[in-house]
Every structure is written in C-alpha cells, then in structure tokens.
C-alpha cells in the first residue's frame, strides 16, 4: 500500500486534466498552484507494483511559476477563470469571528497532521502565510516517523505531498489559531508498495498512545476495491489497519478524513478512475468523520454571493457513497433510507472546489517560490480540523468521535445546531451518475456545512 502526495498515481490522471483545462483561461496555473484533490499532483507516473493505492486528497501539484502576491476573488476570476479566496474570507463565511471575539482560538488543543514527506519549510512558509493575513504565528512541532529519505525538490513525489502538507498546515492553522499543530511526516517511497498505510496508522497509534493529539485530519485516501482480497470478499488487507482509529477511539481523539475528489468514483490499480460507483478508506471507516467537499461563491470579503452546493465543477466533485465493506453504523440509523445497510459518507462538508481556490504560500521548491491556488477535499479536512479543535477548547475535553453529535445535531433547526443544509449539486464524475443534494443527508454532502459560530458552541454543548 503505497502512500503518495497526491495519491501518488492514482490521482494523477484527474489533476492532470484539471490543470490543462486550468491552463486554457488566462495562464490559469502559471501564475499559482492549483492542488485537486482528485489528481495526484504531477507526479510522476509510477507503476503500479502491488494492489493498493494511496493518494493525498489534495492532489495536482503546481505550476511552473508562483505569484509574489495573492489576488483578490474578482481578479482571480478575470485573470484565471475561478474564485480564489484567503483564510480571512472562510473565517468570514463560516462566521468563525464571532468565536475569535470570545477567545475560543483552539487554545491548549493540538491538531495532528499526517503526511509522507513533509515540507522542508513548513515552518517559514506558514509564517509568510501568518504575516500576510495577520494571523498569529505558531510552531509547528515537527515529528519524523520511519525513514524519511532527505527531501528532493526534483522529485516529484516529493513536492506533491510538500504541497498537501503546505495545504493542511496553514489551513488547520487559519481556522484554529491557538491549537498547536503537531506535523507528522512519513518515510513513504514513490512506488506504490505495502508500506505506506501502516506506517501512517502506526504513526497516529503511537502519538495516541503519548496523548498527542485531540483531533487528526488526513488528507488521504486509497480506494476500498483495490486493497488485497477485496474481490474475493476478504477484506483482512484493509480492516487489519484500523488498530489506530480504534485506538482514537478509546482515548476520544477525533479521527477526520477527505471524502476524495473524484465524486461517487475513484482510482483503480491502473491509475485509470472506475467506471462504477466506489468509496476510499479512511473516509468510508465508521470511526472517521468523512469531511466531503462544497462549492462556495464568495465575493472579495467572504460574503456569500449564492448558496453553497455540491462541489462539482470542471476539475473533480466531492467524494461520497456507500461503503463495499463497513455496514451501517449506528449512528446513520435515521437516515437508513439513504445509506441503506452500509456505512454512507460524507458526514460533514467544507469548502473544497478548485472554482473557489484557497490561497497557500509555498517554498520548498526553489522553481515556484510563492503564492499559490489549492482545492479538494483535502483542503475540507483541516479546516474542518480547526472547527473541532474550537469546540475541544469551548467544551474543556476531547469530544472524541463526534459522528453521533453530528447526526443528532442535524435534528435540531439549525439555527440551533449550525448545521447548513446543502441542497443544490451532485457529485457524478467520469460518467458515472452521482447523488444529488437533497433536503437532510445525502450522499453528496452529508449533512451539510456549517455556521462555525453556532456550530461550534453546540457540539461544545455550551
């Protein structure tokens, strides 16, 4: 199982023609960086040499030049083609302000992130990001597990998860200002192997075990059908790595994962997308909160122009579906009709459309040093991160797994739970029909999105 920065290779394909349709309009990515989810970040192909897949949600890597500076939304628009927006626009839009008034920062909470690679400079491009929007600085507490081989600027592999983690930092980071970030970073090589995924999950174990860690985003994910055994009905290769999210589970540590980019499909062993309906692990794993993505209009401030929809534009669509192999959980009783007898995600959703970019600063590769435009379901997964390291501080604990909050919260109106349903978009891809965003959960956005303020205080429960 191997783990790259933008899957490595099972995302390549999607990124790849996420950037080419990009590049059609105004340069688009030769002035910044567009990171799908769904692609794999320009990395190289790999072949594949053994049955499974891993992939970073954000993938699709960058371009060949950074801009000095970031542009607003309206010139994004005029001179790329899509919205672009900063962290002060989301703290905007999800109404986090009003939480930041009354000292709820995610103060005294730590935010574990789980990426192969790393980033050299990790530390001073989130400074860079802090001093642009005027957000406090934190240091991030690097851990390095396993055999992480020197970084290499010229290899690909390298940068793509460089720019996933880049992604994952700032953006945990700009929702939670106060939490601590605890970065770790993973000694995966490019070739697809048997490595990968357990080195991540004995990683998460391990800092479990020392009481790092109240919440953990990853930005990752490896199509259910491709891990050994799968078509034989024996799913051992993949359920034997869930010793980590059980042991989350016993220390209340939130376990969050990206839904993926490729909708209700998703990359086979070929590094070619399915032509039916598939799910990806983590997300699919009942222990996680599967965070799927949406589609947020914006205008220069973080005002809503239009309601927020399904993610699903020219360049990949929030994952979602069922589960091949995880049954119905408890907590997804009241929407039976919908997930029917196995386990449905999303369960939440966050802004993750590359029409609808956030802004990253990056300077690990000395060929594209600046700012640059990133979107997926990756990006979903740490803001979300920063949303529940809010609610551990307002609520004096770790909440744990949160899916059962979740699900009751929804029954609330929701100008009580903070719950926003999303009722517009689907998430169909290469072909394949996807769900459509109805009234209550779907298949396509879970639940919904959130207004932070209210959202926050009521899964603190105060």
């Not at 010139?75 to 986090?96: E, K, M």
């Not at 078509?231 to 993926?260: I, M």
């Amino acid at each position: 199982m191997g783990t790259s920065p933008a899957t490595a290779g099972t995302r390549r394909s999607t990124t790849t023609r996420a950037l080419a349709l990009l590049a059609v309009g105004a340069t688009a990515l030769t002035t910044g960086m567009v990171t799908v989810q769904s692609g794999t970040a320009l990395a190289a192909d790999a072949p594949a040499k053994v049955a499974f897949k891993l992939h970073p949600a954000s993938e699709g890597h960058q371009d060949s030049k950074a801009r000095t500076a970031p542009l607003s939304t309206s010139d994004c628009v005029t001179q790329i083609g899509i919205h672009c927006y900063s962290p002060l626009q989301y703290r905007n839009a999800y109404n986090l302000n009003p939480l930041y008034a009354d000292g709820t920062t995610g103060k005294g909470r730590t935010i574990v992130i789980v990426d192969s690679f790393g980033s050299p400079t990790i530390q001073h491009d989130l400074e860079t990001f802090d001093k642009q929007w005027g957000i406090p600085d934190t240091n991030v507490e690097v851990v390095k597990w396993g055999n992480v081989p020197p970084f290499d600027a010229n290899n690909p592999d390298h940068t793509s998860w460089a720019g996933e983690t880049t992604l994952d930092v700032e953006y945990a980071h700009a929702i939670a200002p106060g939490a601590h970030i605890v970065l770790v970073e993973t000694g995966v090589s490019e070739t697809e192997g048997t490595t990968g995924l357990p080195e991540m999950m004995s990683a998460e174990q391990s800092l479990i075990k020392q009481g790092k860690g109240d919440v953990i985003t990853q930005s990752f994910g490896a199509t259910e059908d491709t891990f050994p055994g799968f078509d034989k009905g024996d799913y051992k290769s993949l359920t034997d790595l869930r010793y980590a999210f059980k042991e989350a589970a016993a220390h209340n540590v939130t376990v969050l994962a990206s839904s993926g980019d490729n909708g209700v499909t998703d990359d086979d062993l070929n590094n070619t997308l399915y032509t039916h309906k598939v799910n990806s692990w983590p997300s699919s794993d009942p222990l996680v909160t599967s965070v799927g993505g949406t589609q947020m209009t914006l205008d220069n401030n973080g005002n809503r122009t239009a309601p927020d929809k399904v993610w699903h534009d020219a360049y990949g669509a929030g994952g979602g579906g069922t589960s091949a192999i995880f049954d119905r959980p408890w907590y997804q009783a009241g929407v039976a009709n919908v997930v029917g007898d196995h386990r449905g995600t999303p369960d939440i959703s966050m802004s993750a459309a590359v029409d609808g970019s956030a802004w990253t600063y990056e300077s690990y590769d000395p060929k594209a040093v600046g700012w640059h435009l990133t979107g997926g379901t990756s990006e979903a997964s740490p803001i979300f991160s920063g949303i529940v390291a809010l609610a551990d501080q307002r609520a004096g604990y770790r909440l744990g797994q949160i899916n059962w909050r979740l699900y009751g919260m929804a029954l609330l109106p929701s100008q009580w739970s903070g719950i926003q349903d999303v009722t517009t978009g689907d998430n169909g891809w290469n072909n394949v029909t996807g769900y459509q965003a109805t009234n209550g959960y779907d298949l396509a956005s879970g639940l919904g999105t959130i207004d932070a303020n209210r959202f926050v205080r009521t899964l603190a429960g105060h």
